[in-house]
């Protein structure tokens, strides 16, 4: 538990002079309780001077003279005074406001500081948290979910802001406190405050019973908030299917069912921290009871008086909170370890995809890319038998126009991650100009790849800010150039806004077809050497398909490019076709040689010219759209 609080700790480490404040506050307001109680038992023993009281400077007899004499001095003077001057009496009782407002006073700052440091310390958690998650490679995220990621990086970290305000404040004030004030007790009447505290160990028993299971729970606890964040962001993003398959009830059944298994472990973390405070109550009234049973069995001369009695009642009511306090810290850091694991963890998780020690440059215009001996799957399981690639061995000249064919799942679309490094092969290697991807940077190597892919990526952002991603930076008169390119500037036009419409998430507020003319703009203004289509006009009717065809066969002259295409009448003109069948190339050629063949791709291309797919109906002649999507 120690270990956990200095790691903990360590991460307002920037922030340690206010740390430093806060404790020093704390351990301040800490005293301030035992002086607030002495104060008025002194100021009452002042103004209704017992009988046969022991004097203040009788009861120094350890201490040295001076000390004595002075405190005998005092006692006098505020005798007298009290006795002569009314406003003395008054300037007496006004001690006890006073102190309650430093003691308030130190509370808050203590507080203050404390939280100060907290919030900042977990915002710094959270960024790096964020950070570490957006290293982290495609293959982490096709695993992890959003509602489970969002919780970790909101909700657990929060309850390490809880320990850093609240369960610190409790370490340093309430101990100060507690030992002060039995100091204080013991020191004015021992007999009486030993006779209240015998029962106290009693207390300890509930406390450790009920704080067995709590970081198991809290564990819990913390998984059942992030299913349910699962559920909901599936629900919220997925919520025109839901709609269309009224599956309404289905979604809300689920989220019921998670929402009520959180219950019982929640309702074990109450009982756990609500239990010790009342039990404590009890057994400090039993004690209480005890002392005045103790009173009434002595003689009437050796009863103590009223004084020590209102401190020793003051003194242990005073102690109530911080004991309850104390009792509850255990839960509380139990709760919280719970919760930072979960965070540590994530913060821990290596990328798959390392970024090499020593980067080589990379120069994309102009090179070759050579994909040698490449096999790749998903999972990799060492004895997979079979891989969604299987020795690929294919070199794109520069400046070439590859086109990849291939029934559906047959690997085209993860050929493509693998040249922008969102996944390593198992085997083989993918060069480009001869290097070796795996030993450039991944930002580099992905500055000079520009794809273009099935579905569209939009922000909910202006039309403007999703075009200039391409290339952050870029003028206005760039984005309109880029726009009218991929043909989208009339249609941007014609929306109420302009450039600064809002897309709304994902683009839900335009067309397919519109999406996909803004990833292309997107694509053209970031210029890059090498570009990857995949299926990029699939969207798009005949006509503005053509048009966006022309704009990209502009756009490829000069660059190297792998085009994915489902629709083989449309890559006819591409200087090199190659055919994936179930991972592996079956054929490659250009569509001359490929039809001499009388493989694959003639019987694909056969089959596609006899039964032109729905979205072809358009054009008459479905090969001459000569698109490359
Ligand atoms: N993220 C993924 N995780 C696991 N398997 C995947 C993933 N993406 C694709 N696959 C599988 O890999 C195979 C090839 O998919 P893909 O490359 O997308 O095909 P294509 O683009 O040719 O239609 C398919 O069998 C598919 O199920
Ligand atoms: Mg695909």
Same mark, same amino acid.
């Given at each position: 538990?120690?270990?956990? #609080?200095l790691?903990?700790?360590g991460?307002?480490?920037?922030?340690?002079?206010r740390?430093?404040?806060?404790?020093?506050?704390?351990?301040?307001?800490?005293?301030m309780e035992?002086?607030m109680?002495?104060t008025?038992a002194f100021?009452y023993g002042v103004?209704?001077?017992a009988?046969g009281?022991?004097s203040l400077?009788?009861q120094?007899?350890a201490?040295p003279?001076f000390?004595? *004499?002075?405190?005998r001095?005092?006692?006098?003077a505020?005798a007298?005074?009290v006795?002569?001057?009314?406003?003395?009496?008054?300037l007496?009782?006004?001690?006890?406001?006073?102190?309650?407002?430093l003691?308030g006073?130190?509370?808050y700052?203590?507080?203050y500081?404390?939280?100060?440091?907290?919030?900042?310390?977990?915002? +710094?958690?959270?960024?790096?948290l964020f950070?570490?998650?957006?290293?982290l490679?495609?293959?982490?995220?096709?695993?992890?979910?959003t509602?489970?990621?969002m919780?970790?990086?909101m909700?657990?970290?929060?309850?390490?802001?809880? =320990?850093?305000?609240?369960?610190t404040?409790?370490?340093?004030?309430?101990?100060?406190?507690?030992?002060?004030m039995?100091s204080?007790?013991?020191?004015?009447s021992?007999?009486?405050?030993? =006779?209240?505290?015998?029962?106290?160990?009693?207390c300890m028993?509930?406390?450790?019973i009920?704080?067995?299971?709590?970081?198991?729970?809290s564990?819990?606890?913390?998984?059942?908030v992030?299913?349910?964040?699962t559920?909901?962001a599936?629900?919220?993003?997925?919520?025109r299917?839901i709609?269309?398959?009224?599956?309404?009830?289905?979604v809300?059944?689920?989220?019921?069912?998670?929402?009520r298994?959180f219950?019982?472990?929640?309702m074990?973390?109450?009982?756990?921290?609500?239990i010790?405070?009342?039990m404590?109550?009890?057994? %400090?009234a039993?004690?209480?009871a005890?002392?005045l049973f103790?009173?009434?069995?002595?003689?009437a001369?050796n009863r103590?008086?009223a004084?020590?009695?209102?401190?020793?009642i003051? %003194?242990i009511?005073a102690?109530y909170?911080?004991?309850?306090?104390?009792?509850?810290?255990?839960? *509380?850091?139990?709760?919280?370890?719970?919760?930072?694991?979960?965070?540590?963890d994530?913060l821990?998780?290596?990328? *798959?995809?390392?970024e090499?020690?020593?980067?080589?440059? #990379?120069?994309?215009?102009?090179?070759?890319i050579?994909?040698?001996?490449?096999?790749?799957?998903?999972?990799?399981?060492?004895d997979?038998?079979?891989?969604?690639?299987?020795?690929?061995?294919l070199?794109v000249?520069?400046g070439?126009?590859?086109a990849?064919?291939? *029934?559906?799942?047959?690997?085209?679309?993860?050929?493509s991650?693998?040249?922008?490094?969102f996944?390593?092969?198992?085997?083989?290697?993918?060069r =480009?100009?001869?290097?070796?991807?795996r030993?450039v940077?991944?930002?580099?190597l992905?500055?000079?790849?520009?794809?273009?892919?099935?579905?569209?990526v939009?922000?909910?952002e202006?039309?403007?800010r999703?075009i200039e991603l391409?290339r952050?930076g870029?003028?206005?008169?760039?984005?309109?150039?880029?726009?009218?390119n991929?043909?989208?500037? +009339?249609?941007?036009?014609e929306?109420?806004?302009?450039?600064d419409t809002?897309?709304?998430?994902k683009?839900a507020?335009?067309?397919? %077809?519109q999406?996909?003319?803004?990833?292309?703009?997107r694509?053209?203004?970031k210029?890059?050497?090498?570009?990857v289509?995949?299926?990029?006009?699939?969207?798009?009717d005949?006509?503005?398909?053509?048009?966006?065809?022309?704009?990209?066969?502009?756009?490829?002259?000069g660059?190297?490019?792998?085009?994915?295409?489902?629709? #083989?009448?449309? =890559?006819?003109?591409?200087?090199?076709?190659?055919?994936?069948?179930?991972?592996?190339i079956?054929?490659?050629g250009t569509?001359?040689e490929?039809?001499?063949?009388?493989g694959?791709?003639?019987r694909l291309?056969? #089959?596609?010219?006899?039964?032109p797919?729905p979205?072809?109906?358009?054009?008459?002649d479905?090969?001459?759209?000569?698109?490359? %999507?």
């Amino acid at each position: 538990m120690f270990k956990f #609080l200095l790691k903990v700790w360590g991460l307002a480490r920037p922030y340690r002079g206010r740390v430093a404040l806060g404790v020093v506050t704390g351990v301040i307001a800490g005293l301030m309780e035992p002086i607030m109680i002495a104060t008025v038992a002194f100021v009452y023993g002042v103004i209704f001077p017992a009988a046969g009281a022991p004097s203040l400077a009788s009861q120094l007899k350890a201490a040295p003279e001076f000390v004595q *004499s002075w405190a005998r001095a005092a006692e006098q003077a505020l005798a007298a005074g009290v006795q002569t001057h009314p406003g003395a009496v008054v300037l007496l009782v006004a001690f006890i406001p006073l102190v309650m407002l430093l003691r308030g006073l130190f509370g808050y700052l203590n507080m203050y500081f404390l939280q100060w440091a907290a919030i900042r310390a977990v915002t +710094d958690l959270r960024v790096r948290l964020f950070e570490h998650l957006m290293k982290l490679s495609a293959g982490f995220f096709n695993r992890a979910n959003t509602g489970e990621l969002m919780s970790r990086v909101m909700s657990d970290t929060a309850t390490l802001q809880y =320990i850093l305000s609240f369960a610190t404040a409790v370490i340093v004030k309430d101990p100060v406190l507690l030992v002060g004030m039995l100091s204080l007790l013991l020191w004015r009447s021992t007999k009486i405050t030993l =006779i209240s505290m015998v029962v106290m160990p009693v207390c300890m028993f509930p406390i450790v019973i009920y704080n067995r299971k709590v970081r198991r729970s809290s564990r819990a606890l913390q998984t059942h908030v992030a299913e349910l964040g699962t559920v909901m962001a599936e629900s919220f993003t997925g919520n025109r299917v839901i709609k269309a398959y009224n599956l309404e009830s289905t979604v809300v059944d689920q989220f019921r069912a998670t929402a009520r298994r959180f219950i019982s472990h929640y309702m074990r973390i109450i009982r756990s921290a609500e239990i010790p405070g009342p039990m404590l109550e009890f057994v %400090g009234a039993i004690g209480i009871a005890l002392v005045l049973f103790y009173l009434m069995s002595q003689q009437a001369g050796n009863r103590p008086d009223a004084k020590k009695l209102l401190l020793v009642i003051g %003194g242990i009511f005073a102690m109530y909170k911080p004991l309850k306090n104390v009792a509850k810290l255990y839960n *509380s850091i139990e709760q919280a370890r719970a919760a930072s694991e979960r965070v540590f963890d994530l913060l821990a998780t290596q990328n *798959s995809i390392p970024e090499p020690a020593q980067p080589k440059p #990379l120069r994309a215009a102009g090179a070759a890319i050579e994909f040698q001996n490449v096999s790749f799957s998903y999972d990799a399981k060492p004895d997979d038998a079979r891989p969604v690639l299987r020795g690929i061995q294919l070199a794109v000249k520069p400046g070439q126009l590859v086109a990849l064919v291939g *029934s559906s799942g047959s690997g085209k679309t993860t050929l493509s991650n693998l040249l922008l490094r969102f996944y390593d092969p198992q085997e083989g290697a993918i060069r =480009i100009g001869g290097t070796d991807i795996r030993e450039v940077a991944t930002r580099d190597l992905r500055d000079q790849i520009a794809i273009v892919t099935q579905e569209t990526v939009l922000f909910n952002e202006s039309i403007r800010r999703n075009i200039e991603l391409g290339r952050p930076g870029s003028s206005q008169d760039q984005i309109i150039e880029a726009a009218k390119n991929a043909y989208a500037h +009339d249609f941007i036009m014609e929306k109420p806004s302009g450039y600064d419409t809002v897309v709304g998430e994902k683009g839900a507020m335009l067309s397919g %077809g519109q999406r996909q003319r803004l990833a292309i703009a997107r694509a053209i203004l970031k210029n890059a050497p090498i570009l990857v289509l995949d299926e990029a006009t699939n969207a798009l009717d005949a006509e503005s398909e053509q048009a966006v065809q022309a704009a990209l066969d502009r756009l490829m002259i000069g660059r190297t490019t792998i085009c994915i295409a489902h629709r #083989l009448s449309t =890559i006819q003109k591409a200087d090199l076709i190659v055919v994936l069948d179930q991972g592996q190339i079956v054929e490659t050629g250009t569509h001359a040689e490929l039809m001499e063949r009388q493989g694959i791709y003639r019987r694909l291309y056969e #089959l596609h010219s006899e039964t032109p797919s729905p979205r072809d109906r358009g054009s008459a002649d479905a090969s001459s759209a000569g698109s490359c %999507g």
